[in-house]
């Protein structure tokens, strides 16, 4: 039993950053890997960022250089840096985890939060 939500979300001008958390609580133990995905209106949900449980990241060629994705095993939670934001960045950012016993091939996140706005302005 996992929850996770996020935070950080907003309105920012293009070029400017923004910083996004997810606080898990429950079974935290029990996190693998961790994401942030987005979806934008009228656009498929896609994956922007990922990391493992021991902080090996892979990021969306749209956001790599920009964004930094990290985590806090101690305090379970997990951070989205974003800067030189654009306005192509406006979305709704959802934190997921996978189960620790999940396979690392298995594209399934079991877990996932409730979305933070993020608007970018041009």
């Known amino acids: 039993q996992v929850r996770l939500v996020e935070s950080g979300g907003g309105l920012v001008q293009a070029g400017g950053s923004l910083t996004l958390s997810c606080a898990a609580s429950?079974?935290?133990?029990?996190?693998?890997?961790m994401a942030w995905h987005r979806q934008g209106l009228g656009n498929e949900r896609e994956l922007v960022a990922r990391?493992?449980?021991?902080?090996?990241?892979n990021y969306a060629d749209s956001v790599k250089g920009r964004f930094t994705i990290s985590r806090d095993n101690a305090k379970s939670t997990l951070t989205l840096q974003m800067n030189n934001l654009k306005p192509e960045d406006t979305a709704v950012y959802y934190c997921?985890?996978?189960?620790?016993?999940?396979?690392?091939?298995?594209?399934?996140?079991?877990?996932w939060g409730q979305g933070t706005q993020v608007t970018v302005s041009s």
């Open positions: 997921s985890a996978k189960m620790v016993l999940r396979p690392s091939g298995d594209p399934t996140y079991d877990y």
């Open positions: 429950g079974t935290t133990l029990g996190l693998g890997a």
């Open positions: 990391i493992s449980r021991s902080s090996i990241t």
